[in-house]
């Protein structure tokens, strides 16, 4: 299979817990984008990078979170000080992007469920 | 504020009809608006994109249009089956080719 993988697909922890989870992108595209989607909502943007430079970084995105995209291919998106709110399914897609329009091929998800 | 409004109710409809969704948004300009597919428990998948300027897009039994003055796309699925039932977004896109999710709309079709 040559899709955007992620891992893990379903993760459990306790509220104050750091969790991590790792996104690997379609081979040679250059960037790559992390989501999240709650129940009955569509995915809400997070941040994006291009190769290894993280260019935009949400709202959403408190300082208990953090991305990494090291040498430009997977990513890891780590959440510190885990908490009930954060339960949710994180999305991660991948791109080919060269100029104009983008298309974003997504991965599976990791549903993470903070107790 | 930025709104995109997909209705939230999930519309049935008996196999072989046209199924029509709706996407509306307020204070956009996108140059470009995707639709996606989403299967329970998986992630989206990329159906059709369609820019400012054009009017339609058809892809086999698909068809978007896109009305940049009523601030609306319309997606259609002409003779659905029951595969067809999924969760169907629209996705605006905006600088840096940020996705833009609506909330999604439930497509139920009964044989």
């Known amino acids: 299979d040559t899709g955007v993988s992620q891992d893990p697909r379903h993760k459990i922890t306790k509220r104050g817990q750091n969790v991590t989870f790792r996104c690997d992108p379609i081979s040679e595209h250059n960037r790559l984008y992390w989501y999240r989607q709650t129940l009955g909502q569509g995915p809400e943007f997070l941040t994006y990078?291009?190769?290894?430079?993280?260019?935009?970084k949400s709202r959403l995105l408190s300082d208990r979170f953090s991305a990494e995209r090291p040498k430009g291919s997977f990513s890891t998106l780590e959440i510190q000080r885990t908490e009930q709110g954060d339960s949710a399914m994180y999305l991660c897609?991948?791109?080919?992007?060269?100029?104009?329009?983008?298309?974003?091929?997504f991965g599976p998800g990791t549903r993470l469920t903070v107790l | 504020s930025q709104k995109i409004e997909q209705n939230s109710e999930a519309l049935n409809i008996q196999e072989g009809k046209t199924a029509t969704l709706t996407c509306n948004y307020t204070n956009y300009s996108p140059a470009y608006l995707q639709w996606y597919r989403q299967d329970p428990g998986r992630g989206p998948v990329f159906l059709l994109l369609?820019?400012?300027?054009?009017k339609e897009k058809r892809k086999e039994r698909l068809k978007v249009t896109f009305d940049t003055t009523l601030k609306q796309s319309l997606f259609h699925i002409t003779a659905s089956q029951p595969a067809d039932s999924a969760t169907y977004l629209c996705a605006l896109v905006s600088a840096g080719n940020m996705l833009t999710f609506g909330g999604g709309t439930r497509l139920m079709v009964k044989p």
């Open positions: 990078f291009q190769n290894e430079a993280q260019l935009e």
């Open positions: 369609i820019r400012e300027n054009e």
């Open positions: 897609a991948s791109s080919d992007w060269a100029g104009g329009t983008d298309t974003q091929y």
